[in-house]
């Protein structure tokens, strides 16, 4: 064997061909070919080597070359998921359909008008409750240091001796009686 008969066969070892659909036409209005191409090309690339048939989607028409589709596979030809589903669905061959995997992009929803308006409002609706909250609180602790100062007060005069209670109750007698005499004699004058 020579160089080039070794990197030949290598080549040729390594070339799968699988029967996939190929998509044609307009972006709303398209046709699948069923073709048969190599594994390492790419579907829309022009390489295939038959062309196998077509589907299409819209009014479910096909054509198929069963004896071609038939003489692929024999060669040792691999069908792709979707193509082995419709195959076995048109009765080219038989067998049990394989479950497809369907891998979706990812795109970012963007969120209609109404909702991110309503979130807005709830937003400010949690902000005002948090508010009122808020102050109710602070009215809270205000009417709590009332309260404790007048238990404090309370407190302190349940804790003076009782002549100190009777001496400022006495000085309050002596100036209600000043007072009362300043009156009267007020009303004598007058």
Not at 34 to 43: E, L, T
Not at 117 to 125: D, F, L, R
Not at 159 to 174: A, D, V
Request: with cysteine; proline share 2%.
């Amino acid at each position: 064997m020579t160089f080039s008969n070794k990197f030949s066969n290598n080549v040729i070892s390594k070339i799968m061909l699988i029967l996939r659909f190929q998509k044609q036409g307009k972006k709303k209005d398209f046709v699948f070919r069923i073709i048969a191409v190599d594994s390492r090309v790419a579907v829309n690339s022009g390489k295939a080597k038959e062309i196998l048939g077509w589907y299409n989607p819209k009014t479910k028409q096909t054509e198929l070359k069963k004896e071609r589709i038939l003489y692929w596979l024999n060669q040792g030809a691999q069908v792709s998921d979707t193509c082995y589903n419709f195959l076995i669905q048109n009765k080219v061959i038989q067998g049990k359909k394989r479950p497809i995997k369907i891998s979706k992009k990812k795109v970012k929803k963007e969120e209609p008008i109404e909702k991110t308006e309503q979130a807005k409002q709830e937003q400010v609706t949690e902000d005002i409750k948090e508010e009122i909250k808020s102050e109710t609180e602070s009215q809270e602790k205000v009417f709590e240091k009332e309260e404790t100062d007048l238990e404090t007060k309370e407190e302190t005069k349940e804790k003076l001796p009782e002549k100190e209670i009777e001496i400022k109750t006495e000085k309050q007698r002596e100036e209600k009686t000043e007072e009362k005499e300043e009156e009267k004699e007020e009303e004598k004058d007058s």
